[in-house]
Structures are given as structure tokens and as C-alpha cells.
């Protein structure tokens, strides 16, 4: 459905994207994380021809040139990282205008889309929040029922209510046969649609992984609580796990965050008396400030696909 | 029509209620300007102008000011509707493409399935139909008041002024839109397209008396009125260098829409 290749973008001497490979499965939803700048709404923009590749190649929906066959278009629904609007037209204008570039497409979908938002439609949009704009923006690139939804940040400026309601709205459309390539700066967000996500960092794709591995990957935090500080065997026993990360143990206590089985812990840690025990998942969003802040990650990790 | 022409109609939709403002501020001053004519005939508008040097008042058109078409020639379509219209057509050129584009508002349209060249032609399209409307009017005031006052001016110069006053609209309009897609920004537009009239104007006015006649030569305002638009006729060859010069300017804009990246 859509097929990155050495995609290099420069804005003047400002080179924006260096070599993005990415590919993305008919039917399959995709995440498209990273920080402010990195680079996800250029990459987006180059795939719906707005801006033209420094070099490397864009196929979206099985063509390459989307100058020569815009008409492929229609079977897309975007939404702009940042949506404007001429300000004196109501929302119900813009939508109606909108269907009309699409051909007709989606004249029964709109009433209904707004409702389920909640949206006014004869609002004008200068005097919509920036909650409503955005709404306006996921009625825009639903309405006409895409085969490929390519949403740069979706959720931004939607309450947690219409964040649930947009990501439903989101599998219904996955459920239906869509493809989805949604790019955002949460991690957690996405692991409620996104199979799969690729990192986007300064312009490089840092990784990309399928959300249960990442979810392994980012294990859990571990704390254990003993009825009286642990022998030095003990320490050395817990130390030499490789499964256990960032270890501490003080008096009675030990606190870690555990990758795979906890077995060998657990094993371990009934040697002594366990007073009070408790692990729970790390925070998607922890094991990802980890991969922003790692300066050379890119480096370690090659550029994965 | 907003079927098959689906941004031509809704820029035009959009537009409607600006454009019967432009439609009746024209009007208005156009018709008083025209309709000033009889009083200033009972003035002595030579003894006035005699102490103007023979050359200015010939750059300004004045030589002739106290025939009714020499009047409306300098006085309504050698200034006022010329500078309302240039006005109007260089604000919306850059308003046609360019402004939108840069306040961010064509992004879903240049999404759409809608090839760039629909986008480039329809605007246009646009901005034409909406030169056109304003011409007329200025047309039918004048036209009704030559009527009106028996001014007698020969409706055949008057139908040659008013072909010729569209041309020239029409190509500032062109530049303006052209330089606007050709950069994205609605300042470069405007900026150009309104140093491009004033030089145009300064060539025309000045060249002559300063003894660069070649300056009117190359001025578009110069192709339009000469010394004044009224009483010269159909020029045909005038005529066709504004139809060229906005083809030209048009085809260049296009060229550059067409490859550039949008939305920066
Ligand atoms: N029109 C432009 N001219 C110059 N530089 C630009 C332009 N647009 C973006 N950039 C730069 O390119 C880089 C990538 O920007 P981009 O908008 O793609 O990031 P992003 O990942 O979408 O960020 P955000 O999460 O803030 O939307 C940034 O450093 C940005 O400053
Ligand atoms: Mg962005």
C-alpha cells in the first residue's frame, strides 16, 4: 500500500529526512512515532505529493507518480498535522466542498460522523475550538470511506472521550479492509490500532517493530520486599541476572525492571522470606524516551526494517 | 458546472459577496467620475491646465480633456477604473493561490483527487470571470451615461477602450497569480505584480517626456492606452502583446506550480 524507498527530503540546506525506508501492508495499520521535527509530517506530505523527494521513491497505493495519476487520491483520506480553513465558512461549506473534489464521495457519511463527534456543522470554523477543527478534520478524511487513511496526528487536541471515539472510529475502518498510517507522538496511543510502528528520529528511522515486541521489550517493573536485608550471596545471585535491569538493592528491598521469565528471580528470591511482592508493566512511553534520548541509536541498531 | 468544474464554482461561491462590493464601489465611482463631465466642460479647463508644460499635459492625457472622450478617457478609464481594477486584479491574483496556500487552507484541496493543473486552471478561471464582471461593469456605467448625457463618444471607441482595459487586467491579474503559484507566498505576488504596474505606469507617463519614447513602447498600461484609451481605437497589435504577455506570464507561473513543492 505504500512503499518508502531512500526517501531524502531537504528543505533549502536543511535536509529534513536522510533515507527513510518504510513499507506498509494492504490491511495492515501503522504507527509513525517520534519526537517534534523529526520528520513525520514531511515524510507524510512527500507521500501525498505535496512536496517532490530530494531522491528516493514514494508508491502509494501501487503508483509511484501521483502527479500523473492524482485520481488515486480519492481512494485516500488525509488529515493534516495542522488543519486550516478559510474562517467564514461553516464546517458543513468546507465538507460539502470537499465531496465535491472527491467526486460526490461521501455525502452519507458526513451527517453521521459529525453526530458521533458531536461536531456542529454550521458553525463557522473560525469560531470552532481547536477540538472541533480537528473533528472536522477526522469527518473530512473518513467520510468517504478510504481504502488508505493517512492521519498525522490524529488525536492531537481531542479530549480523552473523542480520543477512545476516534481510535474506535479508526478499528472500525482498520476492521473494514483499511490500511492505516497514523503518525503521532505517543506510543500508547497507537497500541490500541497500530500492529506495527516504525520510530522516526531527526530524519532516520530509528526502528520498526511490532508493538507486542516492543511491549516485551519494555518489560516490567519489579519490586520485591524480604523480612530482613539480603545475604551477600543473595546480592550476587541477583546481580549476575541479566534479566533484571537497573538493579537496586537497599536493606530488605530490591526494585528492577524485568525483561522475559521471572523464573530465576523468583526462584531466587524464595530462598529469603517474601514479605510483599509487586510487578506491573513498564509504561510503553518509558522504553521510548529511552530510544529519543540514545544519541547514536540509529548507529547501534542500523536502520531495521 | 460545480460538477464538472467543482473549484471554479466554489472559489466563485466564495467570492460572490466581495465581488458586488468591488461591482458597486466601482460603479459608483466610476459613474461619478464620468458624470462630472458636463460641469467640467463649463469650466475652463484649458485656461486650468495652461500653465502645465505641453509635454506633461499630453503624458497625462490632458491635451485633450475638454472633449467628452478625452475626459472619460483621462479621467475614468486612465485613472480611476484603471487603478481600482489594477487594484483589484494584482490583490486577487495573490489571493487566488498564493494567500491561501501560505495561511494553510489549499492543503486538502491539493490533496484532493484533482490533478495541479485543475487547481492552477480553475483559479484562474476565476480570476478571470471576476476581471470580467468588474470590466463590464465600468462598461455598462459608462456606456449608460455616454447615453445618459450625450456625451457622444462612438461606441466603437468605447467597446476598443474596454477590450483593451480587460486585456491589461487581465494580464496584472495573470502576474500576480502566476508570480503567486510560481512562490507560495502572497507577498512576492502583490510585491511584483504591483512594482511591475508602477513601472509600467511610470514608463508610459514619463518615458516621453523625458524623450525615451521606446519606454511607452514597452509599458503593458503603455499597449493598453497609449495617451488615452478612449480615442485611439482597436489596436490590434497591443492588443495581441498583452493576449501573449499573460500567456507567457501564465505558462511560467504553471511551470514552476507544477514542480515545486507546496504547503512550505
Ligand atoms: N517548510 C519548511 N521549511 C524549512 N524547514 C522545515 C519546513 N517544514 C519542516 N521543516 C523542518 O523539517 C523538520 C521536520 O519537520 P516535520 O514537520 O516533518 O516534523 P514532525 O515530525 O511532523 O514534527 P511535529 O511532531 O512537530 O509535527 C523539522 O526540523 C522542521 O523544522
Ligand atoms: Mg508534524
Known sequence: MIAIRELVKDYGPFRALHGVDLEVARGEAFGFIGPNGAGKSTAIRCLLDLLRPTSGSVEVLGTRDLAKHPAVRARIGYLPGELVMAGKQTARDHLTYLRELRGGAGSGRMEALAERFGLDLDRPFRGLSKGNKQKVGVVQAFMHEPELLILDEPTSGLDPLLQQEFLSLAREAREAGATLFISSHILSELEAVARRVAIIRAGRIVDVEDVAILRERAGQHLSLTFDAPLSAAAIDAFSAMPELEGLVISENALTAVLHGSPDRVLKEAARSTVTAWSAHDRNLEELFMERYREPDAADHDGRRR | ?264
Do not use: K
Not at chain 2, 22 to 31: E, N, P
Not at chain 2, 170 to 178: D, N, P, R, W
Open chain 2, 1 to 264: 458546472m460545480s460538477r464538472r468544474y467543482p473549484i471554479l464554482a466554489g472559489v466563485l461561491r466564495r467570492r460572490r459577496r466581495g465581488l458586488a462590493i468591488w461591482a458597486v464601489a466601482l460603479a459608483s465611482v466610476c459613474g461619478m467620475y464620468t458624470s462630472l463631465f458636463p460641469y467640467m466642460s463649463g469650466m475652463d479647463i484649458e485656461a486650468m491646465t495652461a500653465s502645465l508644460p505641453q509635454g506633461m499635459m499630453e503624458a497625462l492625457g490632458y491635451d485633450d480633456i475638454s472633449t467628452a472622450a478625452g475626459y472619460v478617457g483621462s479621467a475614468t478609464y486612465g485613472l480611476v477604473a484603471l487603478a481600482l481594477l489594477l487594484v483589484f486584479a494584482i490583490g486577487g491574483g495573490a489571493a487566488t493561490i498564493a494567500g491561501p496556500e501560505e495561511r494553510g487552507e489549499l492543503e486538502l484541496e491539493l490533496t484532493s483527487p484533482l490533478p495541479r493543473s485543475a487547481i492552477y486552471g480553475q483559479r484562474l478561471a476565476a480570476l478571470w470571470i471576476q476581471i470580467t464582471v468588474l470590466v463590464a461593469v465600468v462598461f455598462a456605467v459608462t456606456f449608460t451615461l455616454n447615453l445618459l448625457q450625450e456625451l457622444g463618444i462612438p461606441q466603437g471607441d468605447m467597446v476598443a477602450a474596454t477590450v483593451q482595459l480587460w486585456l491589461l487586467i487581465g494580464f496584472f491579474g495573470s502576474v500576480s497569480l502566476a508570480l503567486g503559484a510560481a512562490l507560495g507566498r502572497r507577498a512576492g505576488a502583490l510585491g511584483g505584480a504591483a512594482a511591475l504596474a508602477v513601472l509600467s505606469w511610470m514608463f508610459n507617463a514619463l518615458g516621453p517626456l523625458i524623450g525615451l519614447d521606446w519606454l511607452a513602447m514597452i509599458s503593458p498600461i503603455g499597449w493598453y492606452m497609449d495617451t488615452n484609451p478612449m480615442t485611439r481605437g482597436f489596436h490590434g497589435a497591443d492588443a495581441l502583446l498583452l493576449v501573449v504577455a499573460s500567456g507567457l506570464t501564465l505558462a511560467g507561473g504553471w511551470w514552476r506550480f507544477a514542480r515545486r513543492d507546496l504547503m512550505t
